[in-house]
């Protein structure tokens, strides 16, 4: 390998690193399970796609975690997926959750080097996107993996509605969680998640984000505290911003919901070449 192939390679595995693989690879090791609510805040999150818009398709996941969302387009009727991911922890989560779908491959690859062209009918990132030190460059590359006609959906969180996460867990979360030891942050995250569960018990539900997790056992609560308090980079979008993302990255027919009162889900068609 010449000397600027290798310097390039160590340059996208930093980008790669800066979206906190290994991080997550820690809390999908944690928290593997798939439950049944899940399905829920899978059709909240692709809302723009009901289940029969699954039924002999192909997909792409990319950053699949623990597979949680490739799991509901299988059993929904999708021909064959492709999940994707780098650590090995969330691999291997993803391998064991999926092994019932023998038309399901679960692949290591960067959300920046997607290894397939015109390729699926849909291609969808869960949560994943607004991890991303370059979003529009891993949107450019679901934008390729997908054939002309296919479809590009995004869930990302939204601006709107995260005052209290912007005011004081994100300022946080910069300053002094992205440094400490996971381990440590995962201890940590015990307690704002034990406030919220009280909060939960005792009615408090100022969104239909807070009623729905009202319903979530306490370590599942614990994993949404803990993807909260985790990543190195996480982004916070106006609708606009989303919009603008998806258009830029070559998508048109694009679409944007508020899911839950505080995030966006957006979809949008590969243009056919006329």
Not at 4 to 28: C, H, K, N, V
Not at 123 to 152: N, S, T
Not at 174 to 201: D, E, K, W
Request: net charge positive; glycine share 6%; aromatic share 10%.
């Amino acid at each position: 390998m010449s000397i600027d192939a290798s310097l390039s390679s160590i340059a996208a595995t930093q980008r790669d690193r800066r979206g906190s693989p290994d991080r997550f690879g820690y809390e999908w090791h944690a928290y593997s399970a798939i439950l049944p609510e899940c399905e829920e805040q899978f059709r909240r999150w692709t809302v723009h796609l009901a289940p029969e818009d699954w039924r002999g398709k192909s997909f792409l996941d990319v950053g699949c975690g623990t597979g949680r969302n490739s799991y509901w387009p299988m059993i929904y009727g999708a021909r064959e997926g492709a999940a994707v991911d780098l650590d090995e922890r969330s691999l291997a989560a993803a391998r064991r959750n999926l092994a019932r779908f023998p038309s399901l491959a679960v692949t290591r690859a960067s959300a920046y080097e997607i290894p397939w062209t015109n390729r699926f009918d849909i291609a969808f990132a869960i949560g994943v996107i607004h991890h991303l030190e370059d979003p529009l460059a891993a949107l450019k590359e679901m934008v390729r993996a997908v054939k002309p006609g296919g479809r590009v959906l995004i869930w990302v969180y939204g601006r709107e509605g995260n005052g209290a996460l912007l005011a004081l867990l994100d300022p946080l979360r910069r300053v002094l969680l992205q440094r400490l030891p996971i381990s440590v942050v995962h201890h940590l995250s015990l307690y704002p998640a034990t406030a919220l569960f009280l909060l939960l018990r005792f009615g408090f539900r100022p969104n239909p984000y807070w009623d729905l997790i009202s319903r979530f056992r306490f370590a599942h609560l614990r994993s949404i505290v803990f993807d909260q308090m985790l990543p190195r980079i996480a982004h916070y979008w106006p609708r606009e911003t989303v919009e603008e993302l998806m258009r830029k990255a070559g998508l048109e027919d694009v679409r944007v919901a508020l899911v839950n009162g505080i995030s966006w889900s957006a979809i949008g068609t590969r243009p056919v070449p006329s």
